[in-house]
């Protein structure tokens, strides 16, 4: 097979699993549901713990439904690595200026996957903020739900940037263990 048609195989895989990751993670119970666990078995990713899922839902930013944000960047992590694996082992065979094309292009989408589909996810799952009662809703969502426990471990004011959750004080170097993201 040419590795133009390869490519844009990898290409519609990539846009397959990136819309199934948001439709299905943005739509599913809380904490996930078996469409959910279907994907993460599907890319070969372990879910939380269903106590672990339970503790993110508790301690993360309130939300009504959908994955959890950490599980989202999981899944997608898995999809970039395959996609870049085989974009990587094309470009060593291609032929053409056509074919390089198709594979820059793929290369190029990947570079930010990760990022924009976790941050599209959490844009999915956070209630508007429009009207009087999406500001409650809104004040909830971000409004961090202190355990007993989460505040005798040291919780303080601090909230991740990308997901809402509270933050550790002392966490200042790394990733936001329920999203993922960057400290910023
Ligand atoms: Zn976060």
């Not at 097979?1 to 739509?27: F, K, P, Y």
């Not at 198709?102 to 570079?111: A, F, P």
């Amino acid at each position: 097979m040419a590795i133009e048609e390869h490519a844009r195989g990898l290409a519609a895989w990539v846009d397959h699993w990136a819309t199934q990751v948001l439709e299905v993670g943005s739509t599913c119970a809380l904490g996930g549901d078996a469409a959910w666990d279907a994907i993460l078995r599907e890319h070969g990713v372990t879910p939380l713990p269903p106590a672990e899922r339970q503790r993110h839902i508790q301690e993360g930013a309130r939300r009504t439904k959908g994955a959890l944000p950490i599980e989202v960047r999981w899944v997608i992590e898995a999809v970039y690595k395959r996609a870049r694996e085989a974009a990587r082992a094309m470009d060593l065979r291609v032929d053409t200026p056509a074919e390089q094309q198709l594979i820059d292009g793929i290369e190029k989408r990947l570079v930010n996957l990760v990022d924009e589909t976790t941050r599209e996810h959490l844009q999915r799952v956070t209630p508007p903020a429009n009207t009087t009662a999406s500001i409650f809703a809104n004040a909830r969502a971000t409004t961090p739900n202190y355990s007993a426990l989460g505040a005798a471990a040291g919780m303080s004011q601090m909230k991740c940037k990308s997901c809402g959750a509270p933050r550790k004080s002392t966490e200042e170097i790394g990733a936001c263990g329920y999203c993922g993201g960057p400290i910023v």
